[in-house]
Nanobody
């Protein structure tokens, strides 16, 4: 069973930057796509970005040009570099893993309800890390 742990959250002023990490254990990252999601208080969980096993990347329109996702399989880690942060980016950020045989997360990115993913859902979720953007 793949285990995911997020880190790197915190309090930052508007315009600031943070880098989140999603560290994976219990298996190889090689055949998994990883998605970053976030949930603000009172709102539904939404997709932020994904990276496929072949390093194809997708972003939500709200973060394009500000966030960058990357992966280092040797370090078992996926990163989310967040620049020019805005108060509306405040949320708990989660990473999730999807095996390539379950569904192609980045191919289908933006076409499915995050709460109702295809083919039985995500393989694993992290516990989340809080990001607060405030002056």
């Amino acid at each position: 069973q793949l285990r995911l742990v997020e880190s790197g959250g915190g309090l930052v002023q508007p315009g600031g930057s943070l880098t989140l990490s999603c560290t994976v254990s219990g298996g190889s990252l090689d055949y998994f796509s990883i998605g970053w999601f976030r949930q603000a208080p009172g709102k539904e969980r939404e997709g932020v970005s994904c990276i496929s096993e072949g390093e194809v990347t997708k972003y939500a329109d709200s973060v394009k040009g500000r966030f960058t996702i990357s992966r280092d399989n040797a370090k078992h880690t996926v990163y989310l570099q967040m620049n020019n942060l805005k108060p509306e980016d405040t949320a708990v950020y989660y990473c999730a893993a999807v095996h390539i045989t379950r569904f192609r997360l980045c191919v289908l990115w933006g076409t499915f309800d995050v709460s109702r993913p295809p083919n039985g859902g995500y393989d694993s979720w992290g516990q989340g890390t809080q990001v607060t953007v405030s002056s």
